[in-house]
């Protein structure tokens, strides 16, 4: 890969580990459903008008609707919302940790529902991963805070969605326009997500300019910028070179949590995070490479805006 896009790359990869203590930092201020409403439906607009500009049209056809909201459903309104919802309860590196496990989930789930073969390697690197994320919850602990529990299991239910929403992308939309599919299931999931903050109450949400940053970044940078920029590398590698390097993210996630809000990494959530992250790099490495994409289409690989 050329040192500019390695780059970039990286630095996709910094952008989306700054966001979850960003994340947790936000929680104090808007309420988790209507955190991540915002957030996404934010980042879907600067997506669309990327779309627009890039397709030269304002909307997709209409056959498209149900698929795009089945998608979104799974990708940003359970993802989205779990995360979200999650990390109000637990640490912001375990939160990374565990979101960054969907890629196992991923992997699982394509050998159950798309008969795909499960090779040595994958199977090693998914015992690995799942050895890891136990390892980084720590389920052992004999007095493990009620809220804490709870926390890592939304979260963990936000990786499962997100995996099975990754083997529904491979599915149904290995020759679409990968650009036009993330804009608009993640324009329909934040808007899914809405009727669910509302119940949650949007009382104790007031516009201060400390929530408006921490919106901007994760709805703008995090949601828009940071998948434009990996989308565009996509569009001249294959996804198995650039989708390694999302490990990378659980690893930011985590020291960002450390330097910025003083979460304290212990032995096993360290351990844990090295494990899992080579698992997902073994599930990744023996994947046969496939082509690049052209004119904004891609193969689906696990991945996407988070």
């Known amino acids: 890969m050329k040192t500019k896009d390695v780059l970039l790359l990286l630095l996709v990869t910094l952008l989306w580990g700054l966001t979850f203590p960003l994340a947790k930092f936000g929680s104090e201020f808007i309420p988790p459903l209507l ?8 980042g879907a607009v600067c997506l669309y008008g990327w779309w627009v500009g890039q397709r030269k049209r304002v909307w997709h056809a209409r056959a498209k609707f149900w698929p795009y909201l089945s998608l979104g459903l799974l990708q940003t309104t359970a993802m989205g919302g779990a995360l979200h919802l999650g990390i109000s309860l637990v640490n912001s590196s375990l939160a990374a940790i565990v979101l960054y496990s969907y890629p196992l989930f991923f992997t699982l789930f394509a050998y159950l529902l798309l008969q795909e073969n499960l090779g040595l390697g994958q199977a ?5 991963g799942f050895l890891g994320l136990v390892l980084a919850i ?6 493990l805070p009620h809220k804490e529990l709870l926390g890592t299991v939304v979260i963990l239910s936000g990786a499962v969605s997100w995996g099975l929403a990754s083997v529904y992308l491979k599915a149904a939309f290995r020759e679409e326009d990968k650009l036009e599919v993330t804009t608009f299931q993640m324009l329909y999931g934040s808007l899914l997500l809405l009727p669910f903050a509302l119940l949650e109450g949007v009382g104790r949400f007031f516009w201060t300019p400390v929530v408006v940053g921490v919106l901007l970044y994760t709805g703008v940078f995090t949601s828009a910028v940071g998948f434009a920029l990996l989308l565009s590398i996509q569009a001249s590698y294959p ?10 993210v659980p690893v930011f996630g985590a020291f960002f949590s450390h330097l910025l809000l ?10 844990g995070l090295i494990l899992t992250a080579l698992g997902v790099v073994a599930v990744n490495r023996y994947v046969a490479p496939a082509e690049g994409m052209a004119n904004g289409k891609s193969p689906s690989k696990p991945g996407g805006a988070l």
Do not use: H, I, M
């Open 35 to 42: 955190f991540a409403a915002l957030r996404f439906l934010l």
């Open 124 to 128: 090693a690197g998914l015992l690995l």
């Open 138 to 143: 720590d389920p052992w602990q004999t007095c």
């Open 239 to 248: 996804s198995s070179q650039t989708g390694v390097f999302l490990f990378l």
């Open 262 to 271: 003083k979460e304290a990494l212990g032995w096993n959530l360290v351990l």
